[in-house]
């Protein structure tokens, strides 16, 4: 969750869930395991910046994990880190275009602007 948090530059929540053996009625219909847990949880919120988690994990027991989230911090973290690999293409930041008709013609360029 840390690494989709960071590469995604967005909150994660995880939730897997808590599964007690009480869960499941007398009458279930097929045949449990011998045990008195089958998903112990973990849910969790990892900070988009650093990957770190600001929320959790609660394994064992059934409950909420709430967190105080700042969306302002995706943005930066989006900034922070180029997933994609956009940073180390010139033909992506350079701001010149060539478009072309359907018959391969040019249809119009794009004038670079100066920067500011």
């Not at 045949?31 to 994990?57: F, Q, S």
């Not at 969306?71 to 060539?98: I, N, Q, S």
Request: aromatic letters at 8%; proline letters at 9%; one cysteine or more.
């Amino acid at each position: 969750m840390r690494h989709i948090a960071i590469e995604s530059g967005a909150f994660v929540v995880s939730v897997p869930q808590y599964i007690p053996r009480a869960a499941f009625p007398d009458d279930f219909p097929v045949d449990l395991p011998d045990r008195e847990v089958y998903g112990n949880g973990g849910a969790a919120i990892v900070d988009p910046a650093w990957g770190e988690v600001i929320g959790g994990p609660l394994y064992g027991e059934e409950g909420i994990v709430v967190a105080d989230c700042d969306l302002r911090a995706g943005l930066h973290a989006k900034r922070f880190f180029d997933a994609v690999g956009h940073y180390g293409r010139e033909e992506v930041l350079l701001p010149t275009a060539t478009l072309t008709n359907l018959d391969g013609g040019p249809k119009a360029e794009a004038i670079p602007q100066p920067h500011e």
